[in-house]
């Protein structure tokens, strides 16, 4: 009997991860929200580019919480709305109903933002009587199951680094790229997400994930990053980035401990291939180097229908969490983390075309 799903938001994870609820064997759509009011009423299929299957778009909470559904995909944006996107999901949980999400990346780890909201999810959980997981693929697979399993290959390491490189220029989020990010602002503006502590704040919970599974003990979390500006004008969908605004951005997270930078959590995110010549460049994807015995460097590459490095990346979020919910709904109750689940693979999932 396939499992009873509701998929809370249509944005940029929502759209894909919509379109691969209705397309997996062991899930039934049954619900949607909708946050415009333009979207309310419309077929869930045609918001995501698919035919139309009879579930209706809603802005109603009450209503859809009042279904029987045994998770809901929370995939509402939470950048500027954390602390309300966790409101949310506890009074989803508290209805009874499993949350896979991919909105408050810090809680890839669910303590890592302070005992008082790790608190109100287990008892939301409880009192609900379902789980709660957090995931993607950054924060999520790329530097959770992917580096923890290369780990296993290894006669002795010192350092595992997981390198994300990316040219956001195709990805059209406004609210993200130049709001959150601030790319397309002066230098001097500084965004969400190079205030001080917000990168230990976004990517500390998946260096807190890898640890636990490696069995270490942090002695601190740390950030660091630099900027560059664009050199001339250009153009991107969101419009045009200027010279001499933001227009790349590098960052490390690192786990220390015994004084090292043992795990890192690096991104190189260019709105312009040219920008940063010196910086690690690719087509765009993921590198995880393990330095130890044997050194050992896997390349993660990823595209959508047309190529775009940056959409496959947001389609690897949306699939990443939806695959998980048949393992989840399947848990022990309480906030969970990846470890908690066993390997989730594409079963059901072949596709009768001719591979390519």
């Known amino acids: 009997m396939a499992l009873r ?6 944005g940029n994870v929502g759209h894909y991860s919509l379109r691969s609820i209705i397309h997996h064997p062991e899930l039934e759509l049954v619900g949607l929200w ?19 299957v009879g579930i209706q778009a ?16 929370y995939t509402a944006t939470a950048d500027l709305r954390p602390i309300e996107a966790i409101d949310d999901i506890c009074r989803i949980l508290r209805s009874g109903k499993n949350v896979i999400s991919s909105s408050v990346v810090s809680l890839v ?3 890592h933002l302070g005992p008082d909201l790790h608190q109100r999810i287990v008892e939301a959980c ?8 957090t995931s993607g693929i950054d ?7 992917l580096p923890l399993s290369l780990s296993g290959l290894s ?5 595992i680094r997981i390198r994300e490189v990316v040219n956001y220029a195709t990805y059209d989020q406004p609210e993200v790229v130049l709001g959150t990010m601030g790319f397309g602002k002066e230098l001097d503006d500084i965004p969400i997400l190079l205030v001080p502590g917000a990168l230990v704040g976004g990517w500390g919970g998946t260096i807190r994930v890898m640890a636990e599974g490696l069995g270490l003990e942090l002695d601190e979390i740390t950030q660091d990053f630099e900027c560059l500006p664009a050199e001339e004008d250009f153009e991107t969908p969101m419009g045009v980035i200027r010279k001499g605004t933001r227009a790349a951005i590098r960052f490390e997270v690192c786990g220390i401990v015994g004084g090292e930078p043992r795990l890192v959590v690096e991104h190189v995110t260019r709105m312009h291939d040219d920008l940063g010549p010196d910086w690690p460049k690719s087509d765009g994807g993921y590198e995880i180097i393990i330095e130890g015995v044997p050194r050992m460097v896997c390349r993660l590459d990823m595209e959508d229908e047309h190529g775009d490095h940056a959409v496959g990346g947001v389609i690897l979020t949306a699939t990443r969490i939806v695959n998980m919910i048949p393992h989840l709904v399947a848990a022990q109750t309480g906030a969970l983390t990846a470890l908690d689940l066993p390997l989730v693979t594409g079963r059901g999932l072949v596709d009768s075309k001719t591979p390519a």
Not at 126 to 133: A, D, M, Q, T, Y
Not at 139 to 145: E, M, Q, T
Not at 155 to 159: G, M, N, R, S
Request: glycine content about 10%.
């Open 5 to 10: 799903v509701i998929q809370w938001s249509t």
């Open 34 to 52: 909708v946050h415009g009011e333009a979207k309310e009423g419309r077929d869930a299929g045609e918001l995501c580019g698919l035919s139309k």
């Open 58 to 73: 809603t802005r109603d909470a009450d209503a859809l919480l009042a279904l029987e559904a045994d998770c809901v995909v």
């Open 109 to 111: 780890h669910p303590t």
């Open 126 to 133: 409880e009192i609900g009587g379902v789980s709660f997981l």
């Open 139 to 145: 924060p999520g697979f790329a530097n959770d199951w």
């Open 155 to 159: 006669e002795k390491w010192t350092q």
